[in-house]
């Protein structure tokens, strides 16, 4: 399909497909060159402005495609004064003319990019403005309380502007922040749908982490073999549990060693500890000897939440099992057999925040920033009752930073960098 959307658009169309289009109506017609040649033929589609995505005027021409009759429309289309789309151009201009707000438009990004039909399904949520709809009424709970408080301010001596009661500002402030709170936790979760946790295997050589990639992911993904340090390079796997994205990491597994490239290996494992949202570290439960203290101290250090598996229970006679100890959870299962890999599985989710939301909206760091630095403002406000000057300000600054979430009022640079990541034609 060409898109085409801008003011004027009558004379372009009637120059390309010979006719007068009919507003919303699918039109059967040749799509023609500046001769009069038929190009390709198909439903051409108009639109009066404002009743369009964009909230211009928008012709679209849906033809058989193909690359080269694709660019021979589109290259009529700019013959006659249209030019290419930048990246989200679409979906910028309907942002700018209030055809949807900032985090509608974004969400149509991460529909396209979902990776999975939960991602997909909260990134639909958020594009029908239940994200914004939430943010929004937050926000006008601050505005009508600051109207409040400035009102006492304004007039303090006026019939009819009740005194403020500093208990009745506290339980305000503490139900705003409650309500934030909520929609904090689900974005949290839409977060997670987004972006997709990292999750590093980390482990001695032989502890067996490849067969855990392949047992995860149901497939031969990385090479297993009883040789320690059969793994040098990361291997990066996708795979969903209950419908969430992961990227699992297999690593080198971490000894001293002369051997160059497994060195260069182990240098890598220790780099994706620093950048993963949950390390998981094997321990093989047949070797005793191998002591994993050392990485243990690396994993506290790392301040990333971390799961200990106890690999190899069918040969160490053990149980699947799962227990607490010293404040981390230790699970026994084997990567060979499956056993206890369900455990695995389901405290792997629950590592990395995921708790079975309904409702989650698909949010970005942006919003989950904005919403923190809200919820910190109206916090710092609770000690402020007093000072009812300090009180309202807070109230003001949390008030623009939900803001920033719908874009009422956002730098111009920032739309750029927004918009710059869509892909062409959305
Ligand atoms: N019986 C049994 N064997 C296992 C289990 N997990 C791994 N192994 C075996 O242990 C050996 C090492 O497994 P790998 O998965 O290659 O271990 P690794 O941690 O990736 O090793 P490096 O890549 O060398 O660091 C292989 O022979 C596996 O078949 C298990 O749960 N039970
Ligand atoms: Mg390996």
Redesign the pocket.
């Known amino acids: 399909m060409v898109r085409v959307s801008g003011a004027n658009l009558k004379d372009l169309s009637a120059a390309v497909t010979g006719k007068e289009l009919i507003p919303r109506f699918a039109t059967y017609t040749p799509f023609l060159d500046e001769a009069g040649e038929t190009l390709d033929q198909g439903i051409a589609l108009y639109f009066t402005a404002p009743n369009s995505f964009t909230g211009e005027e928008v012709l679209e021409l849906q033809g058989h495609g193909g690359p080269a009759v694709l660019q021979s429309v589109l290259n009529r289309c700019i013959e006659l004064g249209a030019r290419l789309a930048q990246p989200g151009e679409f979906s910028q201009r309907a942002f700018l003319n209030g055809k949807l707000d900032l985090a509608q438009a974004e969400s149509i990004a991460d529909l396209i990019a979902a990776t999975t039909q939960q991602a997909a399904k909260s990134a639909v949520r958020s594009l029908n403005g239940e994200f914004s709809h939430a943010i929004v009424s937050v926000r006008d709970k601050i505005i009508h309380l600051r109207a409040f408080v400035e009102a006492t301010l304004d007039f303090p001596e006026e019939e009819g502007v009740v005194s403020v009661d500093s208990n009745r500002l506290q339980a305000d402030l503490s139900a705003l922040k409650g309500e934030l709170e909520h929609i904090q936790s689900l974005a949290m979760q839409g977060n997670i749908l987004r972006e997709g946790a990292q999750v590093v295997l980390i ?1 001695a ?8 990639l392949n047992q995860l992911s149901g497939d031969e993904v ?10 040098r390079d990361t291997i990066r796997q996708a795979l969903q549990i209950d419908g969430i994205p992961f990227h699992l990491i ?1 690593t ?2 971490i000894r001293e060693t002369d051997d160059v490239l497994e060195q260069m290996g182990i240098v890598r494992a220790r780099q994706s500890m620093d950048k993963a949202d949950l390390i998981i570290l ?1 321990i093989d439960e047949t070797d005793t000897t191998t002591p994993n203290k050392q990485i243990e101290a690396e994993i506290s250090d790392a301040n990333t939440p971390a799961i200990f598996v106890h ?5 160490a006679g053990l149980q699947a099992g799962i227990n607490s100890r010293d404040a981390v959870t230790h699970i026994y299962l ?4 499956g056993e206890g890999i369900e455990l695995l599985r389901q405290t792997i989710l629950k590592a990395v925040g995921w708790h079975r939301e309904e409702g989650v909206f698909m949010a970005r760091s942006r919003h989950m920033e904005a919403i923190t630095q809200a919820l910190e403002t109206l916090t710092g406000a609770g000690s402020l009752s007093e000072q009812l000057e300090l009180f309202a300000e807070s109230l003001r600054l949390a008030q623009s930073a939900l803001n920033q979430i719908t874009g009422e009022f956002v730098a111009d640079d920032l739309l750029g960098e927004i918009f710059g990541r869509f892909c062409i034609g959305k």
């Open positions: 482990g050589p032989n502890a067996g982490k490849s067969s855990l990385a090479l297993v073999s009883d040789i320690p340090g059969t793994t297999d080198a597994g094997l690999n190899k229970i069918d040969l084997s990567a060979k057999t």
